[in-house]
């Protein structure tokens, strides 16, 4: 309960540095930056690690209260952002693939549509747009949320009432941030190459739907729909990790939440790129 | 009454309390104290004077960093997951409530309930419903707590912590800022938790309250201490503290002081 917090965060104490002078030489001033950097590296992968054992081992524990805060985290992370998706599916195909399908199609290079489209839109930009997305419109509300709740006294409530704050405030966003994130960039792949074929269409590119749906299927494979899911769920799961460490990481007062819902979400951004690279190196090894 | 009824609900042994905040810093020294089962206590103290640090140290939530500590014959150090079930045997009020605003009222003191029962919200409604008739919140219950004013949204903490039937009642300073009516309701509330409820299966509960104002606590029954300049006084009955020469105890009456004005 309570320890689970302390140990992630008794560790990490990061104000102290923070609010020490500046640095008068450069290499110190980088030092301070690197150590930083360390301490928050090492409160965060204590955080996901302890969210992941409170996961499994109280998968049975309060069903009734956990499995309805899961469903609405689901609708607040995935179903409640689809108008928003559709928008930028619809834009992203405009502006970029439907430019894309007709420059390949001018230049007869119309073979290497569907590995063109695969690369580019399945592997990368699908997926780190929607975490982009999300981050930004729940992340930030994350922080906002624990961080009012922790300078409210409302994780000392809970733990008042023996309820684990992990358990109750974590694991819920966690499991539906990364359910979200995943359903979320399927939607956005298909209307994205939906709508790009639509805006190639419009410009009379001598491409038939049976062809274009035929070429992206044959650029696919398993492997894919494998790395797709696992990488969706794994920005989900990091950003939800990074926005609730940085909102309950340590006791804030009311005017501290803006500046750490900030930080949050810089750091949400690099985590998001660094899972990033970790999958293109995936791809590039199998 | 066998041994095991008669041992001290809370007992504290040259205990040092840290601020909740910064347990590093340190508020109270030396703290030697034994609760019997079905006492009420009242500890007195000016504002930071450590009252809300000494009751979540003694609700378990934060470790002594001197000392020793223990509920119900355990050192509050153990109290972990294994030891949930003597946690949930204390209730805590928080100063304010400290409530959560998320959810309604009927919502706030059926968490508890539904957490550790895994009941279902139709299980837990029949519960709840007494509970909140019981305190006159029933016509409040599906309002947010921000809707209503303070005074009922201090009694929503109280019906929030009695919900799992405790056996130790902890408020911190319940009456801070309270109306007339309210006052009274809390004071005779609080009386006849400590005399045995229906609603606890008629046993007496032990309270502890802390305060900055003992006047509307005068009741013989009760056990007041003292906290000041870091240090816990037991000062004894109501008598003994009206006799008290303390200055801070006369404050805390509401003597009229000598000032500088």
Known sequence: ?????????????????????????????????????????????????????????????????????????????????????????????????????????????????????????????????????????????????????????????????????????????????????????????????????????????????????????????????????????????????????????????????SRVAVRAVTQGVIVCVLIDTLFILLYLVT | MSETENAAVIEMREVSVGAMRDISFVVLEEVSWTVAPGEFWTVAGQPYAGKSDLLMLTAGLMAPVKGECKLFGTDTRMFGEAKLAERLRVGLVFAGGQLFNQLTIRENVALPLQYHRDLTPAAAAQAVETLLELLELAPLADLAPTSVSDNWRQRVALARALILKPQVLLLDNPLAGLGTRHLHWWLRCLDRLARGHDWCDGRPMTVVVTTDDLRPWRNADRKFALLRDKKFFPLGGWNDVESANDPVVKELLAVPLETTI
């Open chain 1, 1 to 257: 309960m309570r320890e689970n917090l302390a140990k992630a965060f008794a560790l990490t104490d990061t104000q102290i540095f923070r609010r020490a002078p500046l640095p008068k030489s450069y290499s110190d001033f980088l030092g301070r930056k690197l150590f930083l950097f360390l301490l928050t590296l090492q409160g965060l992968v204590a955080f996901a690690l302890i969210t992941l054992g409170v996961i499994l081992r109280k998968s049975r524990t309060a069903r009734n209260v956990i499995r309805p805060r899961i469903r609405r985290e689901i609708a607040r992370a995935g179903v409640a952002l689809l108008p928003m998706f559709l928008f930028v599916a619809l834009a992203l195909g405009f502006l970029v693939i439907g430019q894309t399908v007709s420059a390949l199609a001018r230049v007869g290079a119309t073979g290497y549509l569907g590995s063109t489209m695969v690369i580019v839109v399945v592997r990368e930009l699908g997926p780190l747009l929607a975490a982009m997305l999300v981050l930004a419109r729940v992340g930030t509300a994350h922080v906002i949320e624990l961080g009012t709740a922790r300078a409210m006294g409302e994780v000392e409530a809970l733990e008042a009432l023996g309820i684990d704050p992990v358990h109750y405030l974590i694991v819920p966003r966690v499991l539906g941030m990364a359910v979200g994130v995943f359903a979320l960039t399927v939607y956005l792949i298909i209307g994205a190459l939906a709508s790009g074929y639509l805006f190639a269409f419009l410009q009379d590119v001598p491409l038939t739907p049976g062809d274009y749906y035929k070429q992206i299927t044959e650029a696919l494979n398993w492997l894919d729909f494998v790395l797709l899911a696992l990488k969706t769920i794994a920005f989900g799961f990091f950003i939800a990790i990074v926005t609730c460490y940085h909102g309950l990481a340590q006791p804030l007062r009311l005017d501290d939440v």
